[in-house]
């Protein structure tokens, strides 16, 4: 098998989060530096920390939360495409590069280079783009940025037409260095009961 291409971001104190998140920590029960026989430690985090999967009760009201999402929208053939969209814009199927042949997509767009400085004026998805897809048998779309809906959309426009189609999505992901092409797709989440998100580790492996 080939090298796993990471696309998820180091998960650290200093990884953004949305504004007013709890961001990432890890405290040290036991630590062999201080002769203990063990290293043991405990995180406390935004489920939404770093590349992560929305549960559609995230966004929902009686949405199913994570622990009781189908995977097999996160595993499996996918499309990365690069998409040139100036900084907060929602990305419309006008703006897709090329077809779109796999059940998944995943969107480089460059802005939200760094994964730990939140800037707000990232791109996003226009709702158009999701009942484009969702009408072409796409099960998940990713996106480089902390959001498919823009900063400041509290209607959560794109959030709630994958609701529509049935449609995961993966937020987060670092794609710099992905070239566009067919890849497969591996980003599981954790089986957090009643969570409305969990952080995935997401890879993909060239086909
Ligand atoms: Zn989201």
């Known amino acids: 098998m080939s090298e796993l291409i990471d696309i998820s971001p180091v998960i650290s104190p200093r990884t953004a989060v949305w504004p007013g998140d709890r961001a990432f920590s890890r405290e040290m029960a036991l630590a062999l530096g201080n ?9 406390h985090t ?3 920390v770093g590349a992560h999967a929305d549960a559609p009760s995230h966004y929902a009201p009686g949405g199913k ?7 097999k929208a996160y ?4 499309r990365v ?10 990305i419309m199927p006008r703006h897709l590069p090329d077809e779109v042949d796999a059940p998944r997509l995943l969107l480089k767009t460059g802005t939200f280079p760094d994964s730990e400085r939140f800037n707000t004026d990232f791109a996003s998805i226009s709702p158009e783009l999701v ?19 823009p900063f400041a959309d509290e209607e959560l426009l794109a959030h709630r037409a994958l609701l529509r189609h049935s449609m995961a999505n993966l937020e987060g992901l670092v794609l710099t260095g992905v070239i566009a092409g067919r890849y497969t797709l591996i980003a599981l ?3 957090i009961e009643g969570a409305d998100a969990s952080p995935v580790r997401a890879a993909l492996a060239p086909r």
């Not at 595993?75 to 996918?78: K, R």
């Not at 009942?131 to 809906?149: A, W």
């Open 131 to 149: 009942d484009f897809l969702g009408e072409r048998g796409v099960v998940l779309i990713g996106i480089d940025t902390p959001s498919v809906d």
């Open 81 to 90: 495409l690069e998409v040139t969209i100036p900084r907060d814009h929602r």
């Open 75 to 78: 595993y499996g053939s996918c």
């Open 189 to 191: 989440p954790l089986r």
């Open 46 to 48: 935004t489920v939404h």
């Open 65 to 71: 939360p994570i622990d009781q999402v189908p995977l």
């Open 35 to 43: 002769g203990d026989n063990i290293d043991l430690s405990a995180i």
